[in-house]
C-alpha cells in the first residue's frame, strides 16, 4: 500500500496530495498549542482528504488558523479556495504578487489551460473557488506570523515565480520550500542519496534570481526542507550544491541548443542529463522508468527553458 501520510516530527504532518500519482506533490500540515495551519494545498480534489485528517487528528475546522500557498502555481494553491470555505477562521497568507490571483483566479486559470489544455485541466485542478479578499493576508520579504506562539518566517524566493516565498520554522529549524529547493522524488533515492533538479517550468524562470533566492534559503543554516515534491529532504548543504549545479547546466544547454527544433532539442538535452545523473546518484529506477516519471517535467522544464530564451532575445 503507498504511503500517504507521513508524520515528520516537530508537529509537522507531510500529506500526499495524489496530483498526477502518488509521490509527487505533497502538502503539510502544522499544529502547535491546538491551533494549526496548512502550507500548500494541493488541488480541489485534495481539500476533503485534508478536512478528514484533522478530524482523525482530533482538530476542529475552526482550529486552523492560517492557509499558505507557496506560490499560486495550482498544484500549490488550487485548493485555496475550497479550504477557504471549509474552515470559518482561517486566513490565506500569500504572496504579495500572487494575491489578485487568489482573489481572482481568471487569469490562472486561464494561464493553466494554455500550459494543460482544457480536458487536462479539468482532470488535474477541477473549479477553482475565489478566496474573499477580506481573508487574505499578503506576506513580503521577512513578514513574521505567530502560529499560536509559532513564529514562521517568510522570505521572499523568485527564480522559479516571481509570486514565490518560502516558509522558515524555527521550531523545526526547517524550511518549506514549494518549487524554490527544487524537485526531488523518493523513488530516486539511492546510495549516494536524492536526486534533485529545478523545476524551470513556463514563465517566470530566472535563474539569477533563483541562485540569489537558494543564498538567502542557505543563510539561514536549515537543517532540513520541506519539499512540496517530495516530502522532506535532510542534508541541504549537500543538496543545494546539486541543484545550483543543475539550474547552470540546464540554461547552458538551452542556450546551446540547435534553434532549429528547439523544445525538442531542449527535451533531448534534459533526458540525457536526467539520465547521467541518476545513474551518477545509482537510482534504482531503470533508464525506461525514469523517463516515464520525469516526462510531464521534462516537458515543462523544455517550455520554461524555451520561454526564457526568447523572453532574452
Not at 136 to 145: M, P, Q, R, S
Not at 172 to 199: M, N
Request: proline share 5%; net charge negative; hydrophobic share 40%.
Amino acid at each position: 500500500m503507498t504511503q500517504l501520510i507521513f508524520e515528520l516530527g516537530h508537529g509537522i504532518t507531510c500529506i500526499d496530495t495524489l496530483y498526477v500519482r502518488p509521490g509527487v506533490a505533497s502538502c503539510y500540515l502544522i499544529e502547535h498549542n491546538g491551533k494549526a495551519a496548512f502550507i500548500d494545498t494541493g488541488t480541489t480534489y485534495t481539500t476533503p482528504r485534508l478536512l478528514d485528517l484533522l478530524a482523525e487528528k482530533g482538530l476542529t475546522r475552526e482550529d486552523v488558523e492560517y492557509i499558505i500557498p507557496t506560490h499560486v502555481h495550482l498544484d500549490h494553491a488550487g485548493g485555496a479556495g475550497t479550504l477557504i470555505e471549509a474552515l470559518p477562521n482561517a486566513k490565506l497568507v500569500i504572496h504579495p504578487r500572487g494575491a489578485r490571483h487568489m482573489i481572482d483566479p481568471t487569469k490562472l486559470v486561464a494561464g493553466a489551460k494554455v500550459v494543460y489544455g482544457e480536458e487536462a485541466f479539468d482532470k488535474l485542478y477541477g473549479e477553482l473557488v475565489a478566496v474573499p479578499a477580506e481573508r487574505v493576508i499578503e506576506a513580503g520579504d521577512n513578514f513574521k506570523l505567530s502560529l499560536n506562539g509559532r513564529e514562521l518566517l517568510f522570505i521572499d524566493t523568485p527564480g522559479h515565480a516571481r509570486h514565490h516565498f518560502c516558509i522558515y520554522d524555527a521550531l523545526s529549524e526547517g524550511i518549506f520550500s514549494g518549487d524554490t529547493f527544487g524537485l526531488s522524488y523518493r523513488e530516486f533515492d539511492g546510495p549516494e542519496g536524492p536526486f534533485i533538479f529545478p523545476p524551470t517550468t513556463p514563465v517566470q524562470f530566472d535563474p539569477v534570481a533563483w541562485h540569489h533566492s537558494l543564498d538567502k534559503m542557505m543563510a539561514l543554516k536549515p537543517k532540513r526542507i520541506y519539499l512540496t515534491h517530495f516530502c522532506m529532504v535532510e542534508n541541504p548543504l549537500e543538496l543545494v550544491t546539486q541543484l545550483r549545479a543543475r539550474i547552470d547546466e540546464y540554461t547552458g544547454l538551452a542556450e546551446a541548443a540547435d534553434k532549429e527544433n528547439l523544445y525538442q532539442n531542449i527535451v533531448h538535452g534534459l533526458e540525457n542529463s536526467m539520465l547521467a545523473q541518476l545513474e551518477k546518484q545509482k537510482s534504482p529506477t531503470t533508464k525506461k522508468e525514469a523517463l516515464e516519471i520525469l516526462k510531464i517535467d521534462i516537458d515543462l522544464n523544455a517550455q520554461g527553458l524555451q520561454v526564457w530564451l526568447e523572453s532574452r532575445e
